[in-house]
């Protein structure tokens, strides 16, 4: 198909619908959709597509939400969209697929050190009942045991039921511990399935040295002998691979290091601008897609290297023209909890916010890992850094801090009703931020956005505005 040539690469920034993405589409030069593949594979591995594809693949909830329309961002869209396609081309042409569950950023890092190892997150599924605008998933964790009142992340136990999302993967590491509870029963479920996990535990961390005064304390403030417990959890991960593949080598290890380092420093570069910009450069939802995909780089770590750095560029090249997708005037709020439906960002900036911090449970895929030690050490404290595994306070220090700079002007809070770190936890976040005004939203199922909850933010942004 020959496509005509008055194509804009990036257009002047702004947040468009599907139809209007799809027309953008038809002038976009066939090289330039050839040129972008995934695992550097130029027969099968194209990615770019119309997104009105994806809405016909399934993803309904596409016509109603607004996407950045930068040739950057459909990039971005087009292969996270591919994923399940991905790693069923991975399982067919002889790499091996490896499920890691629970630990949220590290695990990854030790499975990309073997060559044709594709780590994912079969949790990370829980946003495709709300970007497929359908419940059957979620009922269907029901009828295998995980009830209603179960985080969203209970689609992970319907997928690995159905063998539709993902292959059945070579290895399933599973995490416990100081993790979430919900999750944890999820998993207990999928071995029940005919699974065999490799669990490994993750240790809860005091901060507080009135707990264990006779330990040595090193780093953020816990037990020395923490870090020598999931260095002896990570050997166990690398022993099993190395019995699976045949590899048995730790330069590898050191180098997906340097390289998970390398997207670390452009998420965190990216973010840091983005918030202090002058206007948004970057929409919520995209914002939220990128920090997401430190964790495993949504099954292909190199190309979505490649795609994190053409959307830096474009971030700083808005900056630098002082332009954005947002209204100037529209309000700084930080968010905490990842919401489960996408909609919600969309919704929020539609109402006049702006979200310029975030604390997305998952600190420990965003802090650079020390390359000067270790690696299994670095990977431990690195992970110690978590925002799963210790304190309420410290897992919103950053936010408080940034409240208490008048940065933001209020905090949204996303719970998954019935998850039980919500119902714990909400309360004592509110109370640790008690300097700045806070809304707190149960996210509902699909469908479930009210004009209630539409009339709360509208009113919470009024209010801090």
């Not at 923490?226 to 699976?244: P, R």
């Not at 290890?253 to 002058?278: C, P, Y």
């Amino acid at each position: 198909m020959i496509r005509p040539v008055e194509y804009i690469r990036n257009p002047p920034p702004a947040k468009i619908s599907i139809e209007a993405w799809t027309e953008q589409f038809e002038k976009v030069p066939d090289e330039e959709i050839k040129r972008y593949t995934y695992y550097h594979n130029n027969d099968w591995g194209r990615y770019l597509f119309p997104p009105v594809l994806f809405m016909v693949y399934g993803a309904r909830e596409l016509k109603r939400l607004k996407l950045d329309n930068s040739f950057a961002a459909l990039r971005m869209w087009g292969f996270v969209f591919n994923e399940t396609e991905r790693l069923f081309r991975a399982g067919q042409s002889d790499k091996k697929v490896i499920a890691t569950m629970g630990d949220l950023g590290i695990i990854p890092i030790i499975i990309q050190s073997f060559p044709n190892c594709v780590p994912f997150y079969p949790e990370c599924i829980w946003w495709t009942p709300f970007f497929r605008e359908s419940t059957e998933m979620l009922d269907f964790a029901t009828k295998l045991g995980i009830p209603e009142a179960a985080c969203f992340s209970r689609a992970a136990l319907s997928a690995f039921h159905k063998r539709a999302y993902f292959p059945r993967p070579e290895m399933v590491i599973a995490s416990t511990g100081a993790s979430c509870d919900d999750y944890s029963c999820i998993m207990q479920q999928v071995e029940d399935l005919g699974y065999e996990p490799l669990w490994i535990e993750i240790p809860l961390r005091r901060e507080s040295q009135k707990y264990l005064s006779a330990d040595k304390y090193e780093n953020a403030g816990y037990p020395a002998r923490f870090e020598d417990y999931l260095i002896n959890e990570y050997k166990t991960v690398w022993n099993k691979m190395t019995a699976l593949t045949g590899i048995n080598n730790l330069n590898r290890l050191k180098d997906s290091i340097i390289k998970a380092n390398r997207l670390r420093g452009m998420v965190e570069e990216m973010k840091n601008i983005a918030g202090q910009a002058e206007n948004q450069p970057l929409p919520a939802l995209e914002m939220m897609t990128i920090e997401f995909g430190n964790l495993y780089g949504y099954a292909d770590m190199d190309e979505w290297i490649n795609i994190v750095e053409m959307l830096l560029d474009l971030v700083r090249e808005r900056v630098a023209k002082k332009v954005g997708v947002l209204d100037r005037n529209a309000v700084p709020v930080a968010w905490v909890t990842p919401s489960a439906d996408p909609y919600l960002l969309n919704l929020v900036e539609d109402l006049g916010g702006r979200v310029v911090a975030t604390e997305y449970v998952i600190n420990q895929a965003l802090v650079p890992v020390e390359e000067n030690i270790d690696p299994f050490r670095a990977l431990a404290r690195a992970f110690m850094k978590s925002s799963l595994n210790g304190s309420t306070s410290e897992r919103v220090k950053r936010i408080t801090g940034i409240a208490g700079s008048g940065q933001i002007k209020g905090v949204i809070i996303t719970n998954m009703l019935g998850a039980s770190h919500c119902a714990m936890e909400t309360r004592l976040i509110e109370k640790e931020l008690q300097s700045v005004p806070v809304l707190a939203i149960d996210v509902p199922a699909p469908f479930g956005i009210t004009e209630q909850i539409r009339t709360r933010i509208e009113a919470f942004m009024e209010m801090i505005r």
